[in-house]
């Protein structure tokens, strides 16, 4: 990571300094005057609630989250946040998050736990078997037969809240899949 | 938005309407106040008086579903006192062109009705052609076909008083609304607008947008610094899931989804790469078989070729509205057999949610991913509903969070930023790309021994290296795009595997690929492009232009060649975006949308771009309901239509479980609080939120509190056709009954945010709303309908 002679200045100056320039994972310089942040890990984020899209500095200290505050570089909220982008911290550590793989049985009232495996590779066959029962190679409109490859067994709802990365990946596995009825939070 | 964040602050007036950006984008209002220090004025227009409305220096209150007849007397007020922006309307916009005699409008309906189908056979509507295919035009503006003439006698009818009659908005504060607004048609004023769901979810929501876009270009505001037309967005990145096309209607990048009739890749270039005979039109559309190949081959790689049609077939063709509502009756008709759920909870955030949930117990199979055990992955434990009797199948998968994986946002001003992975996420959660991942290794390996038509999976380009999870940098290459082999492209030489440095440079040939043209200079040779953090602000403007990136090429404000006059000046120089430099001959500030010369030299183009004739639409023929917004009442409404004859969009059928008769006498509405967002489990499950506010709420006048004999925190019941829901009352004078057509109508509000399930709990506004949408997106609409409110919870 290079680092300027007036950046370094600056960013000894600020707990995220590291951050302020490159914003990769680094650790905060040990002559930090922040001591409340000492040592940690900082990285850069930004807020998965409304889309002003604010940036975010991560504590991190032995592989937990141990603060989230405000980036004083960003140059939109400049180191604000409102009462939800406040209280990220409590997603990232809550003991209401989902830890387990749970799967329901037909008619059952409960839970069980599933390990990845068995779950996706239950899943995959569940959605190849949707598939292939409803998968429309043809269909007849106004007399002409039109080839249509269309997956009409399954839909696929969400995902405004995947990153862009993911909601590519999502898309292209969907359209492979023939999915047709693939709708998200933007429409409603 | 058309513009970004920090441009807000260079605004003269802002027009908060449908939004109420101090409650929901609280970091916004920052550049709000900004402005305000600088002398601007904000005014706020909203049913309820909100934390926006406080700030606010006007505050007119309106009837929900009413803001068209509202933009309607403002467009009446600017032509009837001649108070546009008289050159940017003449050369910019479409005002100038005439439109065909066969176009009519007659008591609510325009010309080409079919009541069957509830539609418009629109060939009347269009643009008067003169000998080389383009639109005849009279720069005077006298021309009575002229689309200027058609607007000044459509809106003659909207009044002060017939508006106020309908809106229910104090004259002397819409009249004030008018002086202020009009005071920016000076070519160095400009106005913004900040819109959000309360403007879109609407039977006629689209109309609603465009009658703001239209005021924007009548004063020539769009293009503007502190000025266009700007959609405050809700979710972190709901703009970048829209840019990649989670929808039914789009592929990413806003690329058509095929349609059963475009039999191959020929068909569909042709049916959707627009024309123009305007040489002076860039037409951007027009390079629609460039972006449709190049992701063609992001897909399917190696295996889309020339010959094959690049695997068009692959792509399913739809042949209906597969929409949200449309999927949710499909659903309640028995015909899914399963339901993928990413990060979603439709039976709180969708419409008449008790009918999504009995839909759901039709599915042989769910899968639900999610940080949070939310209502929609426990529908088969809902109150009132015995497990035993639902047979689905239900996979809750524990998902990252923000900090727990890297990739790329987008938000409202179209900035793409990085998130980097701070945390593992706990226990067994997983990314969703790892999840995606798995189904696609899973389903290539069952296809690869059999099943129907497997080439779209077994053949699907999957190359995202060998670790645990897809490798994130791999993908937002694959996004930007690549070259598949040495080609040269305008005189540059590229190499095979090279980043492609912009999407001017795709190709239809198979020789680029992009995963989204829109993205395509997000991750160049010189790296990742939404990693950046770079400070400088050369213009002084708050581009910020090394700060992470924008679709799209990193311009930070779109339509910024309507924001210079012919010769390329600025109509403000204070405020300029980009300003022609008759010396370099190039132009500087912002990118500009095209780097063409001004408009007064020969080899110019039009500011337009997107739009096929190069000039922003004031009579937009596209449309599924008219060309120019007319006023209509919501579906459920207490009052009739003071317009026309026509009750309700004509554009939108009627459905069921609507109820006019006076069962419920309450205009309803939905809203967003600072403490809580969407449909909940992002913030329900929170301690420190949950303890800012707890319980579920209904807002309601001091007046309508003292006849039910209701005082603040008492329980009532909301009913409506649809449904009933209990919450707590609160009693405020922020609410306040409207005169209406002579009538007094009591409106109440409630946040949408609460379930049946989490930390808080409580009653779901979505129990009441209708599943009716927009005619052209089918938005539900969720921002007005009828309630009934009684003293006392459901039992009682």
Request: charged content about 20%; aromatic content about 10%; overall charge negative.
């Amino acid at each position: 990571m290079g680092i300027s002679r007036r950046n370094f200045i600056k960013g000894s100056c600020l707990t995220a300094g590291a951050v302020a320039l490159t914003g990769k994972q680094s650790e905060a310089g040990v002559d930090s005057p922040e001591m409340r942040t000492k040592g940690l890990q900082t990285s850069t984020t930004v807020c998965p609630y409304c889309a002003v899209g604010c940036g975010m500095i991560v504590h991190t200290k032995n592989g937990k989250i141990v603060n989230i505050e405000g980036d004083t570089e960003h140059p939109i909220n400049q180191g604000s946040l409102c009462s939800k982008g406040s209280a990220l911290f409590q997603v990232a550590n809550n003991e209401r998050r989902l830890d387990k793989v749970q799967y329901r049985a037909p008619g059952s009232d409960k839970w069980e736990e599933k390990s990845w495996d068995w779950a996706m590779q239950r899943m995959a066959k569940l959605m190849k078997e949707t598939r292939d029962r409803n998968f429309v190679t043809e269909e007849e409109i106004n007399g002409t037969t039109y080839t249509v490859n269309r997956n009409d067994g399954m839909a696929m709802l969400g995902a405004a809240a995947l990153d862009n990365e993911e909601c590519y990946l999502l898309g292209k596995f969907a359209r492979a899949m023939g999915v047709g009825y693939l709708e998200h939070q933007a429409r409603i | 938005m058309t513009n970004h964040w920090i441009d807000i602050q260079h605004a003269d007036v802002i027009v908060c309407i449908g939004s109420n950006p101090a409650e929901n984008h609280p970091v916004s209002f920052k550049y709000v106040e900004k402005a305000m220090d600088n002398g601007a004025k904000l005014i706020s227009v909203d049913p309820r008086y909100t934390r926006t409305s406080s700030k606010a220096d006007i505050y007119a209150q309106l009837r929900p579903g009413t803001d068209i007849a509202f933009m309607g007397g403002l467009i009446n007020y600017l032509l009837t006192n001649d108070l546009i922006q008289k050159e940017y309307v003449v050369h910019y916009t479409n005002a100038a062109f005439l439109v065909s005699e066969d176009f009519d409008f007659n008591d609510g309906l325009f010309s080409g009705y079919d009541p069957e189908n509830f539609s418009y056979n629109k060939e009347s509507w269009a643009y008067q052609l003169n000998d080389n295919g383009m639109p005849k035009r009279d720069d005077t503006l006298e021309h009575p076909r002229s689309v200027y003439q058609l607007m000044k006698k459509h809106y003659a009818r909207y009044t002060p008083e017939k508006v106020c009659e309908i809106t229910g908005t104090e004259i002397q504060s819409y009249m004030e609304v008018a002086r202020t607004i009009a005071s920016t048609h000076k070519a160095d004023k400009v106005a913004t607008v900040m819109y959000a769901m309360g403007t879109t979810q609407h039977t006629y929501g689209t109309q609603n947008v465009r009658s703001y876009a239209m005021l924007q270009l009548l004063l020539g505001n769009i293009g503007m610094a502190g000025g266009g037309i700007n959609a405050l967005r809700g979710e972190s990145n709901v703009q970048g899931s829209t840019d990649y096309a989670i929808l039914y209607h789009i592929l990413p990048g806003y690329l058509k989804v095929p349609t059963y009739d475009n039999v191959n890749l020929a068909a569909y270039n042709e049916k959707w790469t627009p024309k123009t005979n305007d040489p002076q039109s860039a037409n951007w559309w027009s390079n629609t078989p460039k972006y449709m190949t190049s992701l063609l081959k992001a897909y399917w790689g190696e295996a889309a070729t020339e010959q094959n049609d690049f695997c068009y077939d692959y792509l399913p063709k739809r042949s209906g509205n597969y929409s949200y509502i449309r999927l949710m009756e499909r659903l309640q008709n028995g015909g899914f057999e399963g339901m993928v759920f990413m990060g979603t909870n439709p039976i709180v955030g969708g419409p008449d949610v008790n009918a999504i949930a009995s839909g759901m117990d039709k599915l042989k199979w769910l899968v639900a991913v999610d940080l949070w055990e939310t209502e929609s992955s426990v529908f088969w434990k809902r109150p009132g509903v015995d497990p035993k009797s639902i047979d689905t199948e239900v996979f809750l998968l524990p998902a990252a969070s923000s900090v727990e994986k890297e990739g790329s946002i987008s938000n409202s001003g179209r900035w793409t930023q990085w998130r980097y992975k701070a945390v593992n996420p706990p226990g067994h959660a997983e990314s969703d790309a790892f999840i995606v991942h798995q189904w696609v290794t899973h389903l290539k390996k069952l296809y690869q021994e059999d099943g129907v038509f497997p080439e779209p999976i077994v053949d699907l380009a999957w190359n995202y290296g060998d670790g645990h999870e897809p490798d994130i940098d791999l993908v937002a290459r694959e996004c930007n795009g690549r070259f598949t082999r040495d080609v040269v492209i305008k005189g540059k030489a590229f190499k095979k595997g090279e980043q492609v440095p912009s999407f001017a440079y795709l190709q239809a040939d198979g020789s680029t690929t992009s995963g989204n043209w829109l993205y395509c200079n997000s991750y160049t040779e010189e790296g990742n492009m939404m990693q950046r953090r770079g400070k400088e602000d050369p213009t002084g403007m708050g581009f910020y232009p090394n700060w992470a990136w924008c679709w799209p090429v990193n311009r930070r404000v779109l339509y910024n060649r309507a924001s210079v006059d012919l010769q390329g000046r600025p109509w403000n120089p204070k405020k300029p975006i980009i300003s022609w430099n008759s010396m370099t001959r190039k132009w500087e500030g912002d990118v500009p949308d095209g780097g063409w010369v001004p408009m007064n030299e020969d080899e110019t183009k039009s500011p337009f771009i997107m739009i096929p004739e190069g000039y922003g639409r004031l009579f937009a023929a596209g449309l599924a309901d008219g060309p120019l917004p007319e006023h209509y009442e919501p579906m459920e409404s207490p009052v009739a239509n003071a317009m026309t004859s026509q009750q309700c969009n004509p554009a939108v059928a009627i459905p069921g479980k609507i109820n006019n008769s006076g069962k419920y006498p309450y205009v309803g509405t939905t809203y967003r609080v600072s403490e809580h967002w969407q449909a909940g489990a992002m913030t329900r499950n929170l301690p420190w939120l949950v303890e800012l506010v707890p319980d579920m709420f209904v807002e309601i006048s001091e007046e309508l509190a003292e006849s039910k004999s209701l005082k603040n925190g008492d329980m009532v019941t909301i009913s409506s056709e649809r449904g009933q829901i209990e919450a707590r009352v609160l009693v405020t004078e922020r609410i306040k009954p409207l005169r209406v057509q002579g009538k007094l109508v009591e409106q109440v509000g409630m946040p949408w945010h609460f379930g049946f399930n989490g930390l808080a709990t409580g009653g779901t506004a979505n129990t009441l709303t209708a599943a009716v949408g927009c005619a052209n997106t089918t938005i539900p609409e969720f921002k007005a309908f009828l309630c009934n409110i009684e003293k006392g919870g459901i039992n009682s």
